[in-house]
């Protein structure tokens, strides 16, 4: 356990009546200070985790801590979380000050006191002067950050976001993303961020728990999760990806499509059967008999900066790619790629199992 873990679970199962459990013997670190984030599909298991850890709910099975000391039936008014809905839950019979302050009146503490820790909200979200503003005549993304200021104004160890930007338009969405993770360095308190949109995840997260079916399919940096997949399931769900089937031939040495090429992957049996990820943007369209690969363009969409081109290689294999240089619909093109794009994977390959393949590298590595 790493000094300065805030949160921690331990193989934690969450289940309810006789249904499939929503979660399955999850266990993770969070450490203090940090903006994570919890990604997966609907239905994953991620708000159920923020659910636990406000204390909304009891585990099934395992435990949970905080600070070192457990928290499985600690109730939600005891404990220093505080949690921003995804509809904000702001009371519209109130103004923006008396939102905020609901809080601090349960507490009955003193004007004075309130009066301070009210303006100081607001000025950390950007809302000075708008104390007395009813909330009908905010927009969306001032109601976000009036449910900010309330959430802060208890000074919480964590402020728990369930998919708060998601009924916010694309443009002021961006916007908030930036806002957010400002805001997040400027207090340093943990935030635990819940979504489903892959490219907020990326854009804002020191730390990614990418999670389907109940389990945590892999955790890690933003670059690393990207960069690094452990899984087809990872790689497909984080941005977009071309995945086709091969064979490792031995360290260093992949094939698929029916030639050989130099990759940095190692660590797999000689000749075993591999899943290869490379990214669309770093396919380099060339002439056809300077490429790795010959392709035929099935289709092109111009994507603002970039065009997104489909095509086909002689095995029936599609490959995506992303580039600033136009292709024509039905001409045979290259694809160039450098060995540091491809990336391979064992089929279905769970974290715990490529963290024991990494300290094997490490292990072997070291003997020799």
């Not at 009955?108 to 708008?130: H, M």
């Not at 927009?139 to 802060?152: D, L």
């Not at 089937?245 to 591999?274: A, S, Y």
């Not at 900066?305 to 790619?321: M, T």
Request: glycine share 6%; charged share 30%.
């Amino acid at each position: 356990m790493k000094a300065n873990t805030i949160i921690r679970f331990e193989y934690v199962t969450q289940k309810y009546d006789d249904d499939p459990a929503v979660l399955d013997e999850v266990s993770f670190e969070i450490e203090r200070g940090k903006f994570y984030t919890l990604l997966g599909p609907s239905g994953c298991g991620k708000t159920t985790i923020l659910r636990l850890i406000a204390g909304f709910i009891e585990p099934t099975k395992g435990n949970i801590y905080m600070n070192e000391k457990k928290i499985n039936k600690v109730p939600a008014n005891q404990r220093q979380v505080n949690t921003v809905f995804q509809d904000y839950a702001l009371f519209p019979h109130l103004n923006v000050y008396e939102n905020v302050a609901f809080g601090l009146r349960i507490k009955k503490l003193k004007q004075a006191v309130i009066d301070k820790k009210v303006k100081d909200a607001l000025r950390f979200v950007n809302l000075s002067g708008y104390e007395n503003r009813e909330i009908r005549e905010m927009s969306g993304g001032q109601r976000q950050r009036v449910a900010i200021a309330r959430a802060i104004v208890n000074e919480p160890e964590i402020i728990l976001l369930d998919e708060p930007l998601s009924a916010l338009d694309l443009k002021l969405r961006t916007e908030m993303q930036y806002e957010l993770r400002e805001l997040q360095q400027r207090l340093g308190i943990t935030f635990v961020f819940v979504t489903h949109d892959q490219e907020e995840a990326l854009a804002m997260s020191d730390e990614i728990f990418v999670i389907n079916k109940g389990k945590i399919q892999q955790s890690g940096t933003p670059t690393d999760i990207y960069d690094e997949p452990i899984n087809r399931f990872v790689a497909d769900f984080i941005g977009e990806s071309n995945i086709i089937p091969g064979t490792m031939i031995k360290d260093f040495l992949v094939e698929f499509n029916g030639k050989q090429f130099e990759c940095v992957d190692q660590g797999f049996n000689n000749n075993e059967p591999v899943e290869i990820v490379i990214r669309p943007e770093d396919l380099e369209i060339t002439e056809p008999e300077k490429g790795n690969l010959r392709v035929r363009v099935d289709s092109q969409l111009f994507r603002g900066v970039h065009y997104e081109i489909c095509c086909y290689d002689e095995e029936g294999h599609e490959w995506l790619v992303h580039s600033t240089r136009k292709a024509n619909v039905g001409d045979q093109i290259g694809l160039y790629f450098d060995p540091e794009a491809i990336h391979v994977m064992r089929f279905g390959e769970t974290e715990e199992e490529y963290d024991k393949r990494l300290e094997s590298y490490s292990e072997d590595h070291y003997a020799k």
